[in-house]
């Protein structure tokens, strides 16, 4: 039988790469570079499965624009927000994503932004890469530390609980806000806020670990930071959209907010130009799941959906 014929949009780790070729016929560019919509639509009319990453924004207009023939979309990713569901839905194209392997690799990204948040990382770097350090003294760079200090987590899932168990080996007191309560056997001791108000008035840190929704976006804006305390330090490693970047910054400035780190941006990679000149951000370019043990996890994980689709199987990590 002919292998189905599936297009990867960007080249994956070596493993994910071996198991697709071997299983399937790969359309792909070597060259690694950004596909256009335009040539998303136009590959898809010769292949039976996308596999696709978080850059394919695959709008309405563009699933409208799908051939009839194509009915499985796999996403390389955890997130979902650049897939219409509801437009896949109506065309019976089945989506899947890679929900697990992300976690730890994000949740040590998370731990990494908030040390290097407390502890000013990104502003000695650049003491040192600038040539302009000039000696050590008592009062330079001084941040603060973790232990004892109340981390809020706004969004208690895989990745929330991960950031959880390695900021307590850190010695923070964890605070959380999510739509269900967890069970003790997953809060392992974390309070629990029935409120997001109510999490943001304790959280001296401040984790941002919740999906892109119609309900979430933009949440992080001038009346939240408000409500947390004065001078508190915020991480976001879920999506930019998130937060407003304006009150963010501006926050930023007047020094409401402490210090930001921003692994994720509304836009990227156009970040807003208010960021690149702020000292007390520590920035990364969309780095959670980039460990290979995670890459090698989501691309499996990616191609477990598109195998059980040409199996005539409910997708193991179907959205739609
Ligand atoms: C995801 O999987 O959605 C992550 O943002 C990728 O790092």
């Known amino acids: 039988m002919p292998k189905k014929k599936i297009f990867i949009t960007r080249r994956l780790p070596d493993a994910v790469e071996a198991r697709a070729r071997a299983n399937y016929e790969v359309t792909q560019h070597a060259d690694d570079r950004q596909v256009s919509i335009d040539e998303l639509v136009e590959t898809a009319k010769s292949v039976d499965a996308l596999l696709i990453t978080l850059n394919e924004k695959c709008r309405k207009d563009v699933i409208d624009r799908l051939p009839e023939s194509l009915k499985c979309i796999s996403t390389f990713s955890i997130g979902f927000d650049h897939i219409d569901l509801d437009a896949c839905k109506a065309r019976g194209i089945s989506v899947g994503n890679a929900p697990h392997g992300v976690t730890v690799a994000t949740a040590e990204i998370a731990m990494l932004l908030l040390l290097g948040s407390a502890r000013r990382a990104s502003e000695g770097e650049h003491m040192i890469r600038t040539r302009s350090w000039p000696g050590w003294a008592p009062l330079q760079l001084v941040g603060q530390r973790l232990d004892g200090k109340r981390l809020g987590i706004y ?3 895989k990745i929330g609980q991960a950031l959880a168990q390695r900021a307590r080996g850190f010695d923070m007191e ?4 999510d739509i269900f309560r967890q069970p003790p056997d997953k809060e392992k001791g974390a309070i629990y806020h029935e409120t997001l108000d109510s999490l943001l008035s304790v959280s001296q840190f401040f984790s941002i ?3 892109s929704t119609p309900e979430t976006r933009y949440f992080f804006n001038k009346e939240t930071i408000e409500k947390l305390p004065q001078g508190a330090i915020v991480v976001n490693t879920a999506r930019g959209d998130l937060v407003k970047d304006d009150d963010m910054i501006a926050a930023l400035k007047s020094g409401r907010l402490a210090y930001a780190g921003l692994d994720v941006f509304a836009g990227e990679p156009k970040i807003n130009e208010g960021y690149y000149d702020l000292p007390n951000t520590f920035l990364f370019p969309h780095l959670g799941s980039a460990a290979i ?3 090698n996890q989501m691309g499996f994980e ?6 059980a689709f040409f199996a005539g199987k409910e997708l ?3 959205l739609a």
């Not at 990616?302 to 195998?307: C, V, Y």
């Open 316 to 318: 193991p990590f179907k």
């Open 302 to 307: 990616a191609l477990d959906n598109i195998d």
């Open 293 to 295: 043990e995670a890459r």
């Open 209 to 211: 670990n919740a999906p």
């Open 155 to 157: 969004g208690f899932g």
């Open 174 to 177: 964890i605070h959380y806000y």
